[in-house]
């Protein structure tokens, strides 16, 4: 019986030792060197954003509930099979956000930011021109962060905020 137990239990530290090296997170993304901004849009450097601040959380859904509700001119939406990670949408989400009240401004459609394979597009409904504050702009993407989630894939679209003639689209590329 003893050789049983010292069986199991070097079984047991085995299968603990390689449980833990599969577990182990994937090494953290250096958002800040892989961004790609839309010309005319500030860089990372510029707005003087650290690997820390691009991996910020987005914020939780209840403060844009209220705000959506009072505002809401477009209808968004969750897209079928998402290829874009929640990582790189909320790197992008982050930059776009730290812009602030500067406008993101859109002719047609405008790649606002690209991290690793995902992409915030804006586009305008009428195909013309369209502005908003880059900080409404990321609000609008949020709501596909909180609601468009599958298997840590993201993807979808939704007006910024205040604005329903800009949409962001997150996308896979």
């Known amino acids: 019986m003893v050789g049983f137990t010292k069986n199991v239990v070097a ?11 599969v ?3 994937a090494p953290e993304v250096d958002y ?14 510029e707005l003087g954003l650290t ?6 959380p987005v914020p939780e859904l209840e403060p ?15 897209w079928g099979e998402p290829r874009c990670t929640v990582n790189d949408a909320r ?14 401004e859109v002719r047609g459609i405008v790649q606002m930011c ?7 597009d804006a586009r305008t409904m009428n195909n013309a021109y369209s502005s908003s504050s880059c900080r409404d702009a990321a609000l609008g993407g949020a709501w596909v962060l909180n609601n468009c989630i599958s298997n840590n894939r993201v993807a979808g ?3 910024a905020f205040g604005n329903g003639n800009l949409i962001v689209d997150i996308i896979g590329r």
């Open 114 to 120: 690209r991290a690793g394979g995902c992409a915030w």
């Open 23 to 25: 577990a182990a997170p």
């Open 51 to 56: 690997n820390a601040d691009l991996n910020a």
């Open 11 to 21: 079984l047991t530290a085995v299968l603990s030792f390689f449980g833990a090296a």
């Open 157 to 159: 679209s939704n007006a």
């Open 64 to 78: 844009l509930i209220a705000r959506e509700m009072l505002e809401k001119r477009y209808e968004p939406r969750c």
């Open 32 to 45: 800040a060197s892989i961004i790609k901004t839309a010309p005319g849009y500030p860089t990372i450097a």
């Open 91 to 104: 790197a992008c989400y982050n930059y776009l956000n730290s812009i602030g009240g500067n406008r993101c």
